[in-house]
Structures are given as C-alpha cells and as structure tokens.
C-alpha cells in the first residue's frame, strides 16, 4: 500500500455520487455507456497507471531527457507509453466514434488520467498532449489532414504538441513573431523560433506533429492576425517516406522538476525547406488554439492535484508507519510512542491536503461534466455550460496549481527530514508541482483572463450562472440539518464574492491597470468560495450515502469526507476575510510604485 | 548587477537606523567599536561572500557530497573556506576578546551571515555550525575541553555540529537513545546512531566535533536523563597525534536542495571505542543544548531569510530585464513591449517578497538585539531582553521559514518558465529554502514552544512585554501623522492577538491536545502581527531619515521601504482575519478526526 497514488474509491464517488455521469447516458452520443463498462475502464486505467507508469516514477527523474546529436533521447520506455496508450484507447478516449475513438465522456476519461498523472506526471504528458493536438486536428482539420494525422497520433505512433511561445514573446502571444509564406503548393513556408514546447522532440515517436500559432506574411499585426498550422518535424514525401521538415532543436531545458518530458526550443525553418498546413481559416488561429489551450488547462488543473494526490497518499502512510513522540497528555517517557498520525497537528497538515486534492478533482470534475454537457444538452442551453466552463477554467486550472504546491509542501512537512530526501517520493512531487502554475498560462494571465473577460462577458452571464449552480448545491444540502452551518457559511461567503466583484467591476472605469492591479488575489478568493461550493456538494452525496447500510470502510471513507468537508469551512474558507478586505480598500499601490523603488 | 544577492544598504538601515547598534557602544563590553569599524566589518563580509562564497553557489549544488570510503568528500573550497573563515575571525566573530574572539554584537555578527547566507547557504553552515559548537564549549566547556577544541574550532580547522536527532527519535528528543558509559579514565564510552547530522562528516576539515547528547547509563528515563558530551571524529592519543574515535559514516542523504552541506547518519561506538567527554553537569544536556539550538533557530531563520533576498533580487533584475506585454491599456501591437517590472501584478510579486525578506530580516535583527541587550543590560533588565528573546525565537525562526517558501516561489513566477530552469537561480533557491521549516526544530514544534511554553511562562510575562514593546513603536510612529493608518491597524491587529491568546488560554482546561491543536496557526497569527510591527518599526526610521536631503538613490530606497510597509499593511496583515475566526470557533475537530478515516 505503500505505492498508492489515488483513490479510486473517491474518483468513482465523484463520477457515480457526485456528478452522476450515468445521467449522460440518456443523451443518445453517451446511450451505449454503463457502470459496469465505466468501472471497467476505471480499473483499467488503474491497472495501466500501476503497472506501466508508477514504476518508473523516480527513474524518469534521475534520467531526464539528453540532447544528442540533434535528436532528444528520453526514457526508453516513452516509446511503450506511447504505444500501449495509443492501442488501448486511451488517447482517443473522447473522440467520437466516427473518428475511431470511444466516445468517453470527458469526466471518465480525465478521471483516467487523473490516475496517470498520479502515477507519473511525466510520462502521461506525451500521451495527453497528443490527445489534444490531435482533437485540433478532428475539429478544424479537412480530410487530407485528417487522413494523415489522426491516425497515426491516436494510435501512439506520433506525438502531439501545442507549440505557442516564442522567446520573445512569452505570455504575449500578440507579439509572436514566426511567419508562414504561402506557396503555390498548396502549403506555406514556416520559419521562426518557439520555445519552452513540451515534448517538443523525442526519439519515443516517430513523428512529432506540432500545432503551432504562425502569421502569414502581411497579415495584421497584433493577435488578429495569427493563424494555426500543422507542422510536422517529418513530412511525407512523394513516396511515401518521412523526410526531414527543416525543425531542428536549438536547447532543452534541464528543469526543477517534471524532468521525465523534454522542453524544448525549436528553430523551424533555417533552411527555408520546413512546410506547414493550415488548420481552418487564415488569421483564425488564436480562437482554434485556444481549444486546446483551454482543455490543456483542465489538464494542468488535473496534473497538479494528481501529483498532489500521490503525495498526500504518500504521507498518509508514512504518518500511519511513523512512530514517534506521545499524546500530549502522557508525560511518562516509558510510555511508547505513537504513530504521528495521531497527533493533531499531523491531522490537520493530512486534512489540509485532503481538502486540496479532492477539492481540485471535484471542481475539476465540475468543469469536465460542464464540457460533457456542451455536447449533449439541448441546443438553447449549450451556451449556458460553455460559459460556466469558460468562467471555471482559470478557477481550476489555478486553485490546483497554486493550492497543489502548498499541498505538496505539507507533503514533505509530514516526513520531517526524510521528506527533503530523495529515498521518499514527496521531494520529486514539491518538485513535479511548481511547473503547474506557469505552463498554459500563467496564474497572473488566468486572473487577468477571469476579471478581466470572464466575469464581465455577456454582461456577467457567466457569474449569474455561477451563482446560480452554487445556489442549487445550498438548496440540496438545506434538507440535511448537519450540513445548516456550511450552507450558512457558504451563503454569507457567496454574497461577500457578489460585493467584492461587484465593487471591483465599478472601478473598472478607472481603467484597466487599476481594475486588474489585484486580480490574482480576486482569482484566489474566487477559486476559495468555488471549492468551498464543491466540498458542500460532496458533502450532500455523503450524507445521501449514509442513509444506507454501509461497511467499515465504506462509513470510515465518507467519515473522513465529511471531516475534511468541514476542515474546508473551518480553515479554509475564513482566508477569504482578509482577501475581501484588501481587494476593497481601493488602495492601487501596485500600481502607483516605480519600478525605480526596486533597488536592482 | 545580475549577481547582486542582497542589499547592504538594507543591512546598514536595519543596523544604523532602525536598532541603532551604535547605542550599544555606550556599555562596556561594546564600547571598543564605532560605525567606522563596523562598516569596515559589513564591507568585509560583502567582499568576502562576493569572492568566496557565491561563485561556487551553483556548482556545489551539482556537485553534491559524495561518500566514498567511509568519508564524506565535498566541494573542494569547503577547506579554504573554513580556513578562510577562521581566519578572517568570522567563526569567532561574536566571542569574548578573551576567547580570542573579536567580541562583536551578534546584530552584526549575524548581519554578516546574512550576506554569507545569501551568497552561498550551504557553504556558509559549516563555519556557521563550528561557531554554535564551539560557543557551548566555551560556556559549559572545563578547561581542558576548551583548551583542546577551542583553538582548533575557531580558526575553522575543526568542524563543529549538534548531534541531536536519532532516527527513532526526531523531533522527540525525550527518546534519545544513545549511551554514554562512565570510565575511571574521565572520559565515557558512547555507542548509539545519530542521523540528519549536518556537516556531520567531510573532508574540508581535519576533525569533526560533535556536540551530542546522549544518555548516561542509569540515568533516568526521559528529557532529565539527558547529558551533553563533547564526541569527536578524532581523539588525541597520548603522542599529540588525531586517531579515529570509531564513528562511521552509515550513510548520507541525498536531498532536493541544500545539496553542498552533508547531512550524514553516524554510528558511533561500534567497536565499543567512542570516547566522549561530558560537558557541564550530567543530566542537564538538553538545557545547555538549547542554546546552541536557540542560537541555531535564528541562524536558520537568517538562512531562509537570506535565500528569500538573493532569490528576490534575481527577480527584481529579471524583471527589468525582461520585455513582454504591453501596458494594459495598450491595444496596439506595434507599440514596443515594455519591461515586465511595470506590470502591475509583478509589483506585487516583488513587493511581496520584499516584504518577506525586509521583514524577515528585521525581525531577527530585532532578536540579535535582545540577545545583546541580555548581555549588557543591568541585571535587573536581562531577564526582559531574555524573555523577549526566547517568545521571539519560534516566530521569527518559522515567519522566515515558511514565508521564504512562498517568497522564493513567487520569485520562479516571475521569471515565468526560466525560472523553473537551472539557467537561473531561483529553482536553486527555491529547493534550498524547503529544509528551513524542518531543521531545528519543525514548525509544528516551534508552534507547541510559542503556544504551549513561551507564551504562558512567566504567567505570560514574555507575552506582557512584547505587547510593551509594540505599543512603543506604535507611540514613535504617532509623531508621524503618514503612518496613522498604519498605526491604527496595527492597534487592532494586537488586539485580536490579545483576544485571541486570551480565548486559547482559556480552554487549556481542556488539556494540551485540544490547547495545542491549532497552535501552527496560532504562530502563524503571531509572526504576521509580529513582522507588521517590525514594518511600522522600519516606516518610522524612514519618515526620521526623509526629513533630510537625500540623494535620488536614497529617497528612492526609501520610497521603496515606504510602499514595502504599506503593501504588508493592506496585503498581509488582513491574512489575521481568517486565521482568528478558526483559532477562536472552538471546535476541535483535528482531535476528533480519527487516523482510520484517512484511508491509506
């Protein structure tokens, strides 16, 4: 037990008790789905996660991938990974049938990948990626490149990667620079230089298939004038044979963590022979990207509380196997020790964690059944789920990034010393985790993105219909008298988002610096109050489920839910005072300091 | 500049301005130094940690210890900079003239290490520890002890350690196991295992000294059955040559940062031949250890703080580096890109890890001072200077730790991706910050100091004081109507603390378990008040020096300091909302929550 990562027990209670995914299958695109194939799936992924990923956890990390002769070498078991994913569905897992894919729901085929993450980050990020790219392609592509690629990237053989930043133009995406020449041909010329590009090279895939953000010559500058293109590091030439497409890699990164997946910056086009495709319409390419982009960022969001995930099992059970010191109360040294988990503080660091992780994965989940639903529900409310999932994704994607790196953090605090070595595994997940808050955007750009469009767009839509669903969970937990004070607390934390938003969106005539000067401490309250609305509704599944007969273990797991239920409301939710507090003083000092102030 | 790793103008205001160590001149233990020396003493240690200590910060991290042969080999310069730092009286710095020290305050002692810290941590543990070690010597030490391993220690031929942790007994020192067996000959017999050992074993020194407790046969059971003894690596024989006293090195760790210092696990006594030297009175080891480890919780307080300051200058160059966006109100594309600095959420990025290091770094100057004052202060003063001291030390200790975390993220962020690459430092910075809240005592066990010790001794009478104390910072800064606001606030933050403390102490009735359950949070409460009045203790010192003419640079430096203590009074300080509503709701649900519900 030792080598636990996840509880599947807590992700079939978020998919069956939760967020009911059974409900999906009235919708005929879901009708050929049950339980018993979801459960199915889920212990496959389980199995595959144990037996193909977990293993290599730590030796992924000491062997980080080498540049060598222009060719990134990773870990010999990537071309596996790949392959094993590619022939057992899992990259095509949400493609629809048509496609040749299994037609999953989004729910049960994250919550796969939730345990693929938990079981090594690294290596389910070649496979994830590659999902992604290729559904660009599936949503945008014409049939010539559908033919060409889907194929080949569902089945494992070439990998996918979303290839935006550029080294001068980092998080400004108006600024990139890389250009596409038409040519008679039918394709265009691409050169330019792109950077930090996950799995941007590796010698695990035949091909690598990179979807990346270019500007046809004399296009408009700015972010209007941005278009997307297939480019694959090989081409298929008359023949039939893949030859070289002119991408060559200039560096890879030697990272903190998350060591098992090569960065990579590339140089396309130095000899003016590398061909690119167009995916859809010119200058459309920033709306088609941001398809990816934002399923990416549910992605990092699952990564992050995955990794947090394996940690927090990881210190459960040392905390379980660890004696040492006594109850407070027993000052006889003759007395034995016992295991630290029962000292109240262990307790408290174990619930904080708990609360993050299953937390994440609710609101996760959330967002996942929201995605579900765009494609199901009836055509007058698809827009409502799009625009909840629209104003979630930076919630989630953040809460578990920036929340996962405190969890991990209390992670190695569980271990003491031993936690800051490299015989445990908590080290490599404090490590794995800090990316998460900067791939995909970075938290400042996610605030930016939730203040400064989501809240606002279509007159506050989105936030109405935010506070509606939060509204719903209160209405469903009021029938259970236990659960009167976190609905209270939840109710008077709602209202205090209201007011903050609200004064915050009526000093937006000041402009935007000032408006958006705190909005990634408005992104932390929001993302406070919104997992506070998740465990409220878990908590309405438990005490649904203790109305049953239960088992010990089944009554000690929703025991432990309901604790860490109301750990949330009693640690966790309070931190949203002092947020209120300063994202109302009207105090934008931030914005009125000099950067001469900063002695360099 | 890129290289710049601390501020000394920020030193010498802390010194000079705000805790005018020049006062201390006036007694006469101190009266033989002046500014001038005192600058020549800072300038020095600048230089020093310039040439010495931080060219090698990168490569000792690559090149970690190795244990080859049964001995610990490190970095090649570790032996020049212990004889460097013996030499130059660093090591020595702060001990009497006639210990051949150079009788410096430990404000400026400590002020050096600062810059040692911050150039170069794990370097800078070794002479660090010696002083620790050599110090206990020189106070409980006879005169045979102190003739033999005072010289040697202090001029960094010899390395000095605490041996405390043994690996069933971490943080519960009551459990210590180690033996000590009296002979005729003077000397005992010691056998045992201690483990976590820092600098514990290596060959940049010609011996390694151990202060290590230990239990002597038939004492009794528990923390009054502990003695401290004097253990080297290796004893004089009877013809003045060093021959080994049978400690091994089982093995070392290998850990995620502070990766230039060996933390070694040591068998000691295997073949029944570890001589060990008692030091002070049998029995009473733990109370003569707690000096070294008071002194050490400082020291590692100053570590956190320090690489919190070279990780935040390294930002703060990035930062004006670095071009990207543009300002938000800027729609044009082909407008330049600006640097990152004027982005109003780096602002607060960067304030925000001023704070932490600014704060920090005054808050232990603060202790330093204490700790001088009981040195010079008339007897009927030094049991208040002591009080404040040891009510002091788990919060500065932790408020730098565990802040320096968050600090030294917060710096990776805004380097964006680089920033988790090891082309920069800050990834470094961040690995070697992750120890500070476990050595020396883990934050959960300065939380039952504060808590369950310090705040109560005395009938509180160390909590009394410093409620004194910060009532006369807030009557210095009312001369200055800028800071009302701020002394207003802080007004009511006390009074929360008081209130807060008052309700906790109030249920102690209910025994140490529920007491203590939350007492992390009650500390953290507690440092958060405490480094606000450290700010106001700064804004004033500001305000005095903003009356005269100063330079574009030093107004600049001061406008700096001004919005740095504004920013901590409206982002910060209101933190303390939440964290009371949870210390005062009452409900004790960490001690209720059972290790069963947490399912491994």
């Known amino acids: 037990m030792a080598d636990k990562f996840i509880s599947i027990r807590n992700v079939k209670f978020l998919l069956f008790e939760v ?43 000491r062997n980080p991938p080498e540049l060598i002769a222009g060719q990134v ?30 037609q999953l729901p989004s729910m049960v085929a994250n919550a796969c990948f939730m345990m693929f993450f938990a079981a090594n980050y690294s290596a389910s990020v070649y496979p994830g990626l590659t999902a992604g790219a290729a559904r660009l392609i599936d949503s945008f592509g014409n049939e010539g490149l559908k033919k060409t690629y889907l194929g080949k990237m569902l089945s494992g053989k070439w990998q996918g990667t979303m290839a935006l930043t550029e080294p001068q133009a980092g998080s400004s995406l108006t600024d990139i620079a890389t250009t596409a020449l038409p040519t008679a041909d039918g394709f265009y010329k691409i050169r330019g230089r792109k950077t930090f590009i996950s799995a ?32 694959p590091k090989k081409r298929m030439n008359e023949d039939g044979n893949l030859v070289s497409n002119d991408i060559t890699v200039s560096q890879i990164f030697h990272k903190m963590g998350y060591r098992g997946t090569p960065i990579a910056e590339l140089s396309i086009g130095d000899k003016e022979d ?55 109360a027993d000052k006889d040294p003759a007395s034995p020790q016992i295991a630290i988990i029962e000292h109240a503080d262990i307790k408290r660091m174990l619930l904080f964690q708990r609360a993050v992780v299953e937390g994440s994965f609710s609101l996760l989940m959330q967002c996942c059944k929201y995605e579900d639903m765009t494609r199901v529900a009836l055509p007058q409310e698809t827009s409502r789920y799009r625009l909840l999932l629209e104003l979630l994704t930076p919630v989630a994607k953040t809460y578990a990034s920036e929340m996962g790196i405190l969890s991990t953090s209390q992670s190695i605090q569980c271990f003491g010393g031993y936690g800051y070595c490299q015989d445990f595994p908590v080290e490599q997940h404090f490590r794995d985790m800090r990316i998460h808050p900067i791939h995909e955007g ?38 259970f008298p236990a659960l009167s004070p976190l609905v209270s607390q939840l109710d008077k934390a709602v209202k205090l988002l209201q007011d903050v938003t609200f004064q915050l969106v009526a000093i937006s005539h000041k402009g935007p610096e000032v408006y958006l000067a705190d909005a990634t401490l408005y992104l932390e309250f929001f993302g406070i109050v919104t997992v506070a609305w998740q465990w409220l509704l878990q908590a309405v599944s438990v005490h649904k489920a203790q109305a049953g007969e239960l088992s010990t273990a089944e009554a000690d797991f929703y025991q432990g839910k309901i604790f860490t239920a109301r750990y949330y409301f009693a640690y966790e939710l309070p931190k949203i005072s002092g947020l209120a507090q300063r994202l109302t003083d009207g105090n934008p000092m931030t914005v009125e300091m000099k950067s001469c102030f900063f002695s360099d």
């Open 19 to 61: 967020f009911d995914v059974l409900s999906l299958s009235e919708h005929v695109y879901f009708s050929q789905h049950n339980q018993k194939m979801y459960n199915l799936v889920l212990d496959a992924a389980l199995k595959l996660s144990t037996r193909l990923l977990h293993p290599i956890f730590e030796e992924m990390d």
């Open 73 to 102: 070498k990773v870990h010999p078991a990537v071309a596996g990974i790949m392959k094993e994913f590619g022939q057992g569905g899992w990259i095509s897992a949400t493609f629809p049938a048509e496609s040749n894919g299994e």
């Open 200 to 231: 941007g090279d590796h010698d695990g895939a035949e091909n690598i298939v990179h979807l990346m953000l270019a500007r046809i010559e004399g296009a408009p500058a700015g972010p209007r004038g941005i278009s997307l293109f297939v480019v």
């Open 274 to 328: 590398c061909r690119g495709y167009i995916l859809g319409e010119p200058h459309r390419g920033l709306a088609y990207m941001f398809q990816m982009m934002n399923e990416e960022r549910i992605g990092v969001g699952l990564g992050a509380a995955s990794i947090a995930s394996a940690a927090y099992y990881a210190a459960v059970h040392y905390c379980k196997q660890r004696s040492q010191g006594r109850r407070l």
């Open 442 to 479: 970075t938290t400042g750009i996610q605030a930016m993105d939730l203040l400064g469009r989501k809240v606002v767009m279509e007159n506050g839509r989105a936030f109405a219909l935010f506070l509606e669903e939060v509204q719903a969970a209160m209405y469903a937990a009021r029938k």
